[in-house]
């Protein structure tokens, strides 16, 4: 068997802009309608919603018929389970809140095996590695990388050029939820102040040389995002669609009801 290529990371590399969903649901149906909906990427979060390593293997089981690439968000930068994550067969990780270069050197290391870094050798237990099935994989693994790091905080934006030039980071990725509790504007994403820092922000990186990316909480945002130099935006999640759907739709019932 050969190593799946992380056709994320090449996308990336050429600068084609990429639109992807974020997915809350860990339901392995609302995985495979997302998968096929047309999204050049779907995030599974593994931070603020329900979806342990557990819960993710069968929503990965279940993508695989889809060409569409997938991202994990985990719920921090910890080695112990990013090593759980790649060893299901995730190539992408977006890593939360980082803020330091040495933040980011630990995330690197955690996807790379010794000498270059500290991901645990356990490839007959993997999948990702096809239990053991997969030729050379313990060579050629840390090379389909791709890490993510999230600039979602004051001190994430003051580093944001440290952050950029650890080798082994693919890509920034601004956060406007947290960037704005951070920066005191706590539930108001589209506060001028937070709108003018995510575009410092992407703009910072991309002079830097790494490509960024944002969630779009608008199309406005959207368009300021891309002219500021943004390359892949996250532009809703599967969440917020059913909740505004299923409340759109049982107003409407209401209305019409007969009286």
């Given at each position: 068997?050969?190593?799946?290529?992380?056709?994320?990371?090449?996308?990336?590399?050429?600068?084609?802009?990429q639109?992807?969903?974020?997915?809350?649901?860990?339901?392995?149906?609302?995985?495979?309608?997302?998968?096929?909906?047309?999204?050049?990427?779907?995030?599974?979060?593994?931070?603020?919603a329900?979806?342990?390593?557990?819960?993710?293997?069968?929503?990965?089981?279940?993508?695989?018929?889809?060409?569409?690439?997938?991202?994990?968000?985990?719920?921090?930068?910890?080695n112990?389970?990013?090593?759980?994550?790649?060893?299901?067969?995730?190539?992408?990780?977006?890593?939360?809140?980082?803020?330091?270069?040495?933040?980011?050197?630990?995330?690197?290391?955690?996807?790379?095996?010794?000498?270059?870094?500290?991901?645990?050798?356990?490839?007959?237990?993997?999948?990702?590695?096809?239990?053991?099935?997969?030729?050379?994989?313990?060579?050629?693994?840390?090379?389909?990388?791709?890490?993510?790091?999230?600039?979602?905080?004051?001190?994430?934006?003051?580093?944001?050029?440290?952050?950029?030039?650890?080798?082994?980071?693919?890509?920034?990725?601004?956060?406007?939820?947290?960037?704005?509790?951070?920066?005191?504007?706590?539930?108001?994403?589209?506060?001028?102040?937070?709108?003018?820092?995510?575009?410092?922000?992407?703009?910072?990186?991309?002079?830097?040389?790494?490509?960024?990316?944002?969630?779009a909480?608008?199309?406005?945002?959207?368009?300021?995002?891309?002219?500021?130099?943004?390359?892949?935006?996250?532009?809703?999640?599967?969440?917020?669609?059913?909740?505004?759907?299923?409340?759109?739709?049982?107003?409407?019932?209401?209305?019409?009801r007969?009286?």
């Amino acid at each position: 068997m050969q190593l799946t290529v992380n056709s994320f990371k090449r996308r990336l590399a050429t600068g084609e802009l990429q639109r992807g969903l974020f997915c809350g649901l860990r339901d392995t149906v609302a995985a495979e309608i997302s998968a096929g909906a047309g999204f050049d990427w779907l995030m599974f979060d593994a931070e603020h919603a329900p979806i342990d390593a557990a819960a993710l293997l069968p929503i990965l089981q279940a993508v695989a018929a889809y060409s569409v690439p997938i991202v994990v968000r985990p719920p921090e930068g910890d080695n112990v389970r990013i090593k759980q994550l790649l060893d299901l067969g995730v190539q992408t990780l977006l890593v939360p809140m980082v803020e330091s270069a040495d933040q980011a050197r630990a995330v690197v290391a955690a996807v790379r095996y010794p000498p270059r870094g500290v991901r645990g050798v356990g490839p007959s237990m993997a999948r990702a590695a096809r239990w053991n099935r997969t030729e050379n994989y313990l060579h050629d693994a840390d090379d389909e990388m791709c890490v993510i790091a999230q600039i979602e905080s004051v001190a994430g934006l003051a580093a944001v050029e440290e952050i950029a030039a650890v080798e082994g980071i693919d890509a920034l990725f601004v956060g406007p939820s947290d960037l704005a509790a951070s920066m005191g504007h706590l539930g108001n994403p589209s506060h001028p102040e937070v709108v003018a820092a995510v575009d410092d922000a992407i703009r910072r990186s991309v002079a830097a040389g790494k490509p960024a990316g944002a969630f779009a909480v608008s199309a406005a945002s959207a368009e300021v995002a891309t002219a500021s130099g943004a390359t892949f935006l996250a532009v809703g999640s599967d969440l917020s669609l059913l909740a505004a759907a299923t409340a759109q739709l049982a107003t409407a019932a209401e209305t019409d009801r007969p009286e």
